[in-house]
C-alpha cells in the first residue's frame, strides 16, 4: 500500500519538470512499493522538527529519506481537527506539472500528469511554526510581506491533502484561434492524489510544426489547474537543465540556506540566465 506523499514533494517535482527539457518517453514498469512503515504520530512542530534536522546529512549524501517522515493525511486531519465530511466539503484543487508532447506518426502524443488535492485550512500561527522551524537561523516575525507569504505557501503545502478517485478532465487551448480541444482523462486520480497518461491526439487537432508550440492546459471545472504543453517537433535541439542553482538561485548545496531561500526569498533568475 502507497503511503500518500505530501504536495511538497510533488511541488519540488513539478518545479523540477517545469524547467527540464524532457521529450516523453513511455512510462516504465511498475515495482513493487516498499513495506510501509508505521511511524508513531506526532504534532506538526515535531514532525517539521525531526525533517529539518534530519535535513543536512541526507542532503549531504544525496538523498532525502528524511521526507519520508512526513504527515500522513491522518496525521494532519488529527492536528488540524478534521473531519472527513469537512474534508469532503473543500474544493479539489490540482497541480498540473508542465509536460511536453512527442510528435508521432499517428499524432501528437501528450502526457498529463500531476496531482488533485484538498487544501485544509490553517491560521498563519500554525503555518509560522512550520516555517520558523526550516528557517530556524531567522525569526519569521522579520520576513518582510513577500517573504512571509512565500514562507506560509510553502508550509500550507505541507498540509495538502490528496484527493483520490476524482475524475477530471483537461481542455487545451490554441493560442492562434483560442479554439479548445476536450481531453477526457481515461482514469481516476490514484490513492495519492496523481494522475498520469500518455494521451494521443488527432494528427488534424493539434497540426505538427517545426518550431516549439506552448498550449495552455486548463483543467476543467477546477480554477488552479492550468498548466502549459509543450509541443516539440520531431527535428531540433532541446536543452535539459535542472533548475537549482542552475535556473534559479538557491544554494541547494548548502542545506539550511538552500531552505531559507526556498521557504522566504522570492524566484531570483541566476546570473543572466533568462537572457541565455
Known amino acids: 500500500m502507497h503511503r500518500p506523499r505530501s504536495r511538497f514533494i510533488f511541488l519540488t517535482w513539478a518545479l523540477f519538470c517545469s524547467t527540464v527539457g524532457v521529450l516523453a518517453m513511455p512510462r516504465p514498469e511498475p515495482t513493487s512499493p516498499p513495506t510501509r512503515v508505521e511511524l ?3 504534532g506538526l512542530s515535531s514532525w517539521a ?28 486531519k488529527e492536528q488540524l481537527n ?10 479539489i484543487q490540482v ?3 508542465p509536460s511536453y508532447a512527442n510528435w508521432t506518426s499517428s499524432g501528437w502524443n501528450v502526457r498529463i500528469h500531476g496531482q488533485a488535492y484538498r487544501q485544509p485550512p490553517a491560521n498563519n500561527e500554525t503555518l509560522d511554526k512550520i516555517s ?11 520576513l518582510n510581506e513577500t517573504g512571509l507569504q512565500q514562507s506560509r505557501n510553502m508550509s500550507a503545502s505541507m498540509l495538502a491533502l490528496p484527493a483520490g478517485d476524482i475524475n477530471l478532465n483537461f481542455t487545451l487551448t490554441s493560442p492562434i484561434s483560442n479554439a479548445s480541444l476536450l481531453i477526457d482523462f481515461p482514469v481516476a486520480t490514484d490513492s495519492r492524489g496523481e494522475f498520469d497518461q500518455f494521451i494521443q491526439l488527432n494528427a488534424q487537432d493539434v497540426p505538427t510544426n517545426t518550431s516549439v508550440m506552448s498550449w ?13 504543453m509543450w509541443f516539440v517537433p520531431p527535428e ?10 542552475i535556473l534559479r538561485f538557491t544554494q541547494i548545496y548548502v542545506p539550511q540556506q538552500g531552505l531559507y531561500n526556498s521557504f522566504a526569498v522570492p524566484f531570483v533568475p541566476w546570473s543572466d540566465m533568462p537572457n541565455v
Open 49 to 76: 522538527s525531526s525533517v529539518a534536522q534530519g535535513l543536512p546529512t541526507d542532503v549531504a549524501s544525496g538523498i532525502l529519506p528524511a521526507f519520508q517522515g512526513l504527515p500522513s493525511p491522518d496525521d494532519i
Open 82 to 91: 478534521l473531519t472527513d465530511d469537512s474534508i469532503n466539503q473543500l474544493p
Open 132 to 142: 520558523s522551524i526550516f528557517i530556524a537561523d531567522l525569526e519569521v516575525s522579520s
Open 236 to 245: 531540433g535541439i532541446s536543452i535539459v537543465s535542472d533548475i537549482d542553482d
Open 40 to 42: 508513531p504520530k506526532r
Open 95 to 97: 497541480l498540473n506539472i
Open 216 to 228: 495552455p492546459l486548463y483543467t476543467v471545472n477546477v480554477e488552479s489547474g492550468n498548466t502549459t
